[in-house]
């Protein structure tokens, strides 16, 4: 029975090849920043409300300055205090791009001055090219409660992963579609948006111990009437 369920968690796994993920215990409730610091930053916000986001990710070789790939940022709040969580990236298989994630807490991200320069020349090119779909979705996050929440900076990095004869293709690689999910663990152990997956898996898989029980049964009865039969002969 442990054993089918290892294996059919490995084939889960191998199936969800394109995806990249970082795991993190969400920090504590702090009061939402006076200076509005956070809202000037226009980062995407992601919330439980607001748990999927489909877009475009622009990728990069890896250069001297940015040896993971083109640097993105996204805001992740109201998050249910000191739990796990954890984001996913998933892509597509024809667009082969490396992804890294990371979760900061303000505090950290504030506090060492690469992380707070990333964040700013990220922040400042957004302020330039700000969509129609991008204020809808800063105008959501507008209408979140003022009071205490909790903030974290999650950096994702994107680097171009392929060789092709194409010069286009090596010198700008296009931009990677992407699906970005935030996922609480249930009583921090399971990904809340796998639990289904997970019971099915369970059904199937107990039900393949029975009926291989069932089968096995089947088989072992005729053998032993002939032994039996041997035996009396
Ligand atoms: C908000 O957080 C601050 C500091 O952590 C705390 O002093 C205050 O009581 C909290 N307010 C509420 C409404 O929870
Ligand atoms: C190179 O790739 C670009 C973008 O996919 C494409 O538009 C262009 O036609 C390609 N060039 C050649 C020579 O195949």
Redesign the pocket.
């Known amino acids: 029975m442990k054993l089918v369920l290892i294996i059919l968690f490995a084939l889960l796994q191998h199936a969800a090849a394109n995806v990249e993920k970082t795991i993190f215990i969400s920090p504590?409730?702090?009061?939402p920043p006076k200076d509005a610091s956070i809202d000037n930053l226009l980062l995407v916000p992601l919330s439980e409300g607001l748990s999927t986001l489909r877009t475009e990710l622009e990728a990069s070789f890896p250069t001297e300055s940015e040896p993971h790939g083109t640097i993105h940022w996204f805001l992740l709040e109201g998050l249910q205090p000191t739990s796990r969580y954890e984001v996913r990236i998933c892509w597509m298989a024809t667009q082969p791009t490396s992804f890294s994630l990371h979760a900061y807490d303000v505090d950290t991200a504030f506090a060492h001055s690469g992380l707070l320069t990333s964040l700013s020349d990220y922040s400042y090119k957004r302020h330039e090219k700000l969509t129609e779909a991008d204020e809808q979705l800063l105008h959501q996050r507008k209408a979140s409660p003022t009071?205490?929440s909790t903030f974290l900076f999650l950096q994702i990095l994107a680097a171009a992963d392929y060789y092709s004869l194409n010069d286009t293709l090596m010198t700008t690689p296009p931009p990677v579609a992407v699906d970005i999910i935030l996922d609480r663990y249930i009583l921090n152990v399971f990904p809340e948006s796998l639990l289904p997956t997970g019971l099915y898996l369970m059904l199937l898989a107990a039900g393949a111990w029975f009926l291989s029980r069932w089968i096995s049964a089947l088989l072992v009865r005729p053998s032993s009437v002939e032994e039996v039969s041997k035996k009396t002969n």
């Open positions: 504590q409730a702090q009061p009071e205490n």
